[in-house]
């Protein structure tokens, strides 16, 4: 398992403390869709801290060298929303040394694109 998929493992199972495990020391976190950057004991409290009960599934991984690229699935089951990760995280020693993570709601295309009969939904 590679340091991305154990992120998202630990991020779904809520091991806070395992999850310190797979960033580097020197870690920063972006979440560019609000305008945030957390330090890694910040990243955790809002993790811990989100409201809902939510599930992970990883759906796509993408390795190279020093980066790794990840969209996962997240279900939030008692609000009835989800959502797609896009995470970017650059790897040194192993570890997670920058993660910028692009959050998008899932919601149903715009009424103007249905209008043109293009599309089909993605099983």
Not at 10 to 36: C, M, Q
Not at 59 to 87: C, D, L, P, Y
Request: proline share 4%; charged share 25%; with cysteine.
């Amino acid at each position: 398992m590679n340091i991305v998929e154990q992120y998202w493992k630990l991020i779904d199972e809520r091991k806070w403390e395992e999850l310190a495990g797979v960033f580097h020391p020197d870690s920063i976190i972006y979440w560019p869709n609000t305008n945030e950057k957390f330090k890694l004991n910040e990243f955790i409290l809002a993790n811990k801290r989100y409201p809902g009960n939510w599930r992970v599934t990883l759906k796509h991984v993408m390795v190279t060298n020093n980066a790794q690229v990840s969209v996962a699935k997240v279900i939030n089951e008692s609000e009835g929303v989800s959502f797609h990760a896009t995470s970017i995280c650059e790897i040194k020693d192993g570890k997670i040394l920058s993660l910028h993570e692009y959050w998008g709601d899932d919601a149903q295309p715009p009424q103007w694109r249905r209008a043109l009969g293009i599309g089909s939904k993605i099983e």
